[in-house]
């Protein structure tokens, strides 16, 4: 089993920055993508960014160039930390923002933070 806890996230006003992070742990494989989702009032949960177990990156046109991913795995094997660093945030931004972790064909998802940009 693996578990993801998130933290991070508030509220902020337009042009601030918040981070978020989340911490897998637990029966991790090395060979492995992590990710942020969200989910606004009303819509579809959407990818945000992603990266892989050996860095590679990618990111929703509208956040790129806003937004950074990175990731900290520990040496044991039993921890990835994921983080999102989100600058210049909009109103559009606000939702709930959800940590992905997909070692194959299983998807394990944090508990989800609020981010609230107000004009």
């Known amino acids: 089993q693996v578990r993801l806890v998130q933290s991070g996230g508030g509220s902020v006003q337009a042009g601030g920055s918040l981070r978020l992070s989340c911490t897998a742990s637990?029966?991790?494989?090395?060979?492995?993508?992590m990710a942020w989702h969200r989910q606004a009032p009303g819509k579809q949960r959407e990818l945000v960014a992603s990266i892989t177990s050996r860095g590679s990156t990618n990111y929703m046109d509208s956040v790129k160039g806003l937004f950074t991913i990175s990731r900290d795995d520990a040496r044991d094997g039993y921890k990835n930390t994921v983080y999102l660093q989100m600058n210049s945030l909009r109103s559009e931004h606000t939702a709930v923002y959800y940590c992905?972790?997909?070692?194959?064909?299983?998807?394990?998802w944090g508990q989800g933070t609020q981010v609230t940009v107000s004009s």
């Open positions: 992905n972790y997909r070692p194959g064909y299983q998807d394990y």
């Open positions: 637990g029966d991790m494989l090395s060979v492995n993508v």
